[in-house]
């Protein structure tokens, strides 16, 4: 990594606005050119017709143009509208599960935040762009407007250089086609999933080319924790036009607002030590909560996107896509309780934290001398639970700029496509992060007592604090992708480069010292390079490797004083195996990975139980975040089957370990998990119409705690550092879920349980203050009717 001043934004959007502005006015006084030679341009848009409503063949995640998923050498999975739906999946992941290996991560409601290959994932990502940083993770992204998720497996240079090394979910929002088409969906569940949505397409003018679509959907629900909510509407307005033969113009708007409770967590036992599956603390019911409809998260989102598609000639293509958005994100409070009065300390000599033993350590000498204390574990009815809490507000503003351009030529026996283009960023960020605020002690003997006063947090001051500050983040990335097809496509080999340029600086810096301020400033490479090879047309040998460029820092890095940032860098080697057979009804893909990352930021457990704690002291004086190196090494297996038009089954299956040098574990991460799901529908008979799915999602134990640091800080005997281990783990889990649905003609109806065979467990969490328990059975219904 080196450094130099990115490029004003200023003139990339000008030079891209330029071009498409020449583009439209050759469309207008041009005629296309006459196309007798038969060259099929790359397009920006999925062309396919699936032989499966619930199977896609193409994707455009990897390099941006459609491409079939057996020409890809990485593994880029799918996930289709028609399955988000049938699934009844409220997020991305709990349709994407199924699909390929992703896995819950550790906030399971307030944003999508997943774990790919062990890295976690949290920030917003739509339609190709990074939404509101790395600070800024959204709501769950609404499925209503989702046109189908693409999942890209380990880094990509040109989708997205310096993003997370395990991969990237890519949701494509549905735009405006030409057919006449409209549904409505009233959906009611036990828990969470009661809205109102529909989905309207219509053609304006079949001459001109011109259709539009509305889609809205409004939902209102109580959780199943006591106080839990969940609220927002959202409406997304297109409209496309076909300018010309050669040019379609698009414009796109998304509106959302969106509140719910912010978390549903609640602290593990004392009881529980490092060799033990977490348990709710004792005396606690499993629905209950440390906070009332004052503790919210809230989310709004206003996007605005203008793109034009272009065939240039006989041989290229473009797009070029302009999106300005404002994203507002305000935490407030908190559900968590921590248990006044408890600590942890490790056995020096293993890591482990030890239920009812205290270990001290004195350091004084030349080496670390331990001893321990039993400790008699309190009584559960004399729990005392403190709630403290703070509040965070970050407000975004940002533009958004496209310009791609695919180059296609070809000859007896080869194909050459080239994409080229640019991604411009600029965003600015307003923080405001309030104190931590004590809302009072609860007594596990007396929970019927407690109360919610007002929070009182008092305003952050002046810039010079740095708990209210304001950033500015200007990025530029240019890049070039070859895809090189030889021997009537028998062996496809590509590469490409991503130059990456950004910088970051605090605005508000009057009063502030030192001057000038200190201010971010990065400019990195991403390389991709590849080969398939096709001994028959239905299966693809493939091997890949892909480094992920430098990461900038989050806006709420910016101006501080003695920066602690650094930039995170990873790579991948993938090799493996795609098959397609039976004209696509059975597909197959096996792929081993090895991903290597530096500088991978995690948040720092022990900080947020101190913060919790009220000790701010202690948590100020602890790094946040960890920066860590990271190996992931394992193998994935994703299939499925169309067995009759009846019978549709898709399923994967993933083993890997993940470890930081010391071989120790990383939070919320499982080392196998799988998804099975099975559809089956009647055709003929009394039970025509009928149809019935199965649904299985097993995810094996992990642990729930971020530690990177060593017992004693001087040797033990033997001139030896042992690594703390985290002190907790969560229980392996296989969660069913089942479902029936009945077509018509014009409408659909459909039943699911959710966790049909009410397994009590734990989803996930933060520390051991922050765990978050699943609903138990759930019944779910919805009716969709066609118009």
Do not use: C
């Not at 409004?218 to 106080?227: A, R």
């Not at 296609?408 to 080869?414: V, Y």
């Amino acid at each position: 990594m080196n450094t130099q001043s990115p490029r004003p934004l200023l003139r990339f959007t000008a030079a891209a606005l330029l071009l498409g502005a020449a583009a439209v006015a050759a469309a207008q006084t041009t005629p296309a050119a006459p196309k007798e030679e038969v060259v099929n341009l790359p397009t920006f848009t999925i062309t396919e017709e699936p032989v499966n409503p619930y199977i896609s063949k193409q994707a455009l995640s990897s390099s941006r143009v459609a491409m079939d998923l057996q020409d890809i050498p990485q593994t880029v999975s799918v996930v289709t509208s028609d399955f988000i739906r049938d699934s009844m999946s409220m997020r991305m992941l709990d349709a994407a599960k199924y699909v390929t290996p992703v896995t819950e991560s550790t906030l399971p409601t307030g944003g999508d935040r997943y774990t790919i290959r062990g890295f976690q994932v949290s920030h917003e990502f739509v339609d190709g762009m990074e939404i509101s940083g790395a600070d800024g993770y959204s709501a769950a992204l609404m499925s209503y407007n989702i046109d189908r998720i693409e999942i890209i497996k380990g880094p990509n240079a040109i989708l997205v250089p310096g993003g997370a090394a395990g991969g990237q979910m890519n949701p494509i929002t549905k735009s405006p086609i030409m057919k006449d088409q409209a549904s409505a969906t009233l959906e009611l569940a036990q828990y969470v999933g009661n809205s109102l949505s529909f989905d309207v397409n219509r053609i304006v003018s079949q001459d001109k080319g011109i259709a539009a679509r509305l889609v809205a959907a409004l939902w209102k629900n109580d959780g199943y924790s006591n106080s839990h909510f969940r609220d927002g509407w959202m409406i997304a307005p297109s409209l496309s036009w076909q300018l010309s033969p050669a040019h379609k113009f698009t414009v796109k708007a998304e509106i959302m607002q969106n509140d719910e409770t912010n978390g549903t967590f609640l602290p593990i036992d004392p009881s529980v030590g490092s060799d033990d599956y977490a348990v709710i603390a004792r005396g606690l019911p499993r629905d209950w909560s440390f906070g009332n409809s004052d503790d919210v998260r809230h989310r709004e989102t206003e996007r605005l996107t203008f793109e034009l598609l272009s065939e240039l000639g006989q041989h290229v293509s473009s797009r070029l896509m302009f999106t300005a958005n404002h994203v507002v994100r305000e935490d407030q409070g908190g559900t968590s309780g921590s248990i006044n009065g408890f600590s942890i300390t490790r056995n020096p000599t293993t890591g482990k934290y030890e239920p009812g033993v205290v270990w001290t350590v004195n350091q004084t000498g030349p080496i670390a001398l331990p001893s321990s204390t039993n400790v008699p574990l309190a009584d559960p009815s004399t729990y005392v639970f403190g709630r403290t809490n703070g509040s965070d507000h970050l407000y975004y503003n940002e533009l958004h700029l496209r310009n791609d351009y695919a180059i296609k030529f070809e000859g007896t026996g080869w194909k050459s496509t080239t994409i080229a283009g640019l991604a411009a960023n600029g965003v600015k960020t307003h923080w405001k992060s309030f104190p931590a605020y004590n809302r009072g002690n609860v007594a596990n003997n007396n929970l019927a007592a407690i109360t919610f006063p007002d929070w009182n947090h008092a305003a952050p001051s002046a810039p010079a604090n740095g708990q209210n500050r304001k950033a500015k983040q200007t990025d530029a990335q240019f890049f070039v992708f070859e895809n090189l097809g030889l021997f009537d496509d028998k062996l496809l080999l590509s590469g490409g480069v991503s130059r990456f340029y950004g910088t970051l600086t605090r605005v508000d810096t009057s009063g502030i010292q030192p001057t000038p301020f200190p201010s971010y400033d990065l400019a990195d490479t991403a390389t991709s390079y590849g080969a398939v090879y096709k001994p028959i047309k239905e299966v693809s040998l493939f091997y890949s490797h892909n480094t992920s460029g430098g990461t900038m820092p989050g806006s709420l890095s910016a101006g501080n004083v003695a920066p602690t940032f650094r930039a995170s860098v990873g790579d991948q080697d993938e090799f493996g195996v795609k098959t397609s057979f039976l004209e696509g009804k059975l597909t197959a893909s096996f792929a081993y990975f090895d991903i290597t990352s530096s500088n991978y930021a995690v948040p720092n457990s022990e900080y947020y139980v101190l913060v919790a704690q009220g000790n701010l002291a202690a948590a100020n004086a602890l790094q946040n975040p960890l920066y860590l190196d990271l190996t992931s090494k394992g193998w994935e297996f994703e299939g499925s089957y169309t067995a009759t038009a009846n019978l549709t089954v898709i399923g994967n299956y993933t083993s890997y370990k993940m470890r930081q040098p010391t071989g120790v574990r990383l939070r919320g991460v499982s080392d196998k998990s799988y998804g099975l799901y099975a559809d089956y529908r009647f055709n003929g008979g009394a039970l025509s119409g009928f149809g019935v799915n199965l649904g299985l999602d097993y995810r094996s134990d992990l642990v729930g705690e971020n530690v990177n640091a060593f017992t004693t800080t001087k040797p033990l005997a033997g001139g030896v550092l042992v690594p703390q281990q985290p002190s907790f783990k969560i229980a392996p889990r296989t969660v069913m879920n089942l479902g029936f649905t009945y077509r018509a003609k014009d409408w659909t109806a459909r039943l699911q349980v959710s966790n049909a065979l009410d397994k009590d467990y734990i989803m996930g969490g933060i520390n051991r203050n922050a765990m978050m328990v699943a609903e138990p059975r759930n019944l779910k219904a919805s009716v969709t009717y066609n118009f």
